[in-house]
């Protein structure tokens, strides 16, 4: 079986055995169609994403003609390091010479919550001052270019560190960077879920750092949140599923 590693020399060990540190941890945080374990390596907490095996065809994709979705991840969070955990590195193996499976592994970010808290629960502790932190950090990665596809509230990790808040990003494999127009600005959100209110606030403290009219970019920003819902909702009546306001 071939294998693929890219790591500084202090993890290379750690890589190389990845599969049994993986099979023997049981501190799963994530498993859907990829698995998440928290993974503890000489008094460290790395965190490693175990990618679903893909199908035949994508296997022949990964191989040849697109990069996998573990060396995606390595190479986006060093192109972004300061607005995600510290990448550690990746590993890909190969059967019959195609790509089977692979793993990213990154630096545990030991956060205090995630955006869906505050937007959740109305009485959340410093619940408008975390909205306009988040505003800013958004800014901040729009003003470098970065658009993340998956921006979405158990994505954006959040971190009190005395009286401010630390932000960082997660699930990083479908980004974009390039020029981003107003309304990739506010059309990054959708994904938010947020109540009308509560993105309001965000967007006033968006269009402060931006520079615009703020009534403009709420009015526009809801829209745009508001048509978001509208779709997905209507795709889970499609399916008969609940919809949620």
């Known amino acids: 079986m071939k294998v693929k590693l890219i ?34 390596y000489e008094n460290q907490k790395l965190v490693v994403k175990s990618f679903k095996i893909p199908h035949f065809i994508n296997k022949i994709v990964y191989t040849f003609f697109k ?3 573990a060396q995606k991840a390595y190479e986006y969070a060093l192109k972004i390091k300061s607005f995600t955990p510290k990448p550690i590195g990746y590993i890909e193996f190969y059967k019959f010479g195609l790509l089977n499976d692979s ?20 009485n959340f502790p410093n619940k408008n001052e975390i909205l306009r932190a988040f505003a ?3 800014f901040e990665l729009h003003e470098e270019g970065i658009f993340h596809f998956d921006y979405s509230p158990g994505n954006i990790l959040i971190k009190k560190d005395n009286n401010d808040f630390i ?19 506010l059309k990054n959100f959708s994904k938010l879920w947020a109540k009308d209110e509560d993105l309001e606030v965000v967007i006033k ?9 703020e009534k403009e970019l709420v ?15 209507f795709k889970k009546r499609l399916k008969g599923k609940k919809v949620v306001d």
Not at 8 to 23: G, R, S
Not at 104 to 119: G, M
């Open 7 to 40: 790591t500084d020399e202090k993890f290379k060990e750690f890589l190389e055995n990845i599969k049994q540190f993986f099979k023997e941890n049981l501190n799963t945080i994530h498993k859907a169609r990829n698995e998440i374990k928290v993974i503890e």
């Open 67 to 69: 990069k996998s979705k």
């Open 103 to 122: 793993y990213f592994v990154s630096e545990h970010f030991d956060y205090d919550f995630t955006i869906r808290e505050p937007l959740l629960d109305i």
């Open 136 to 138: 800013k950090f958004t």
């Open 167 to 185: 932000f960082k990003i997660v699930d990083i494999n479908r980004m974009k960077f390039f020029d981003l127009k107003l309304e990739d600005r």
């Open 205 to 213: 403290e968006y269009a402060k750092l931006l520079k615009k009219d």
């Open 219 to 233: 009015s526009k920003a809801l829209t745009l949140s508001n048509k978001h819902k509208a779709k997905i909702n």
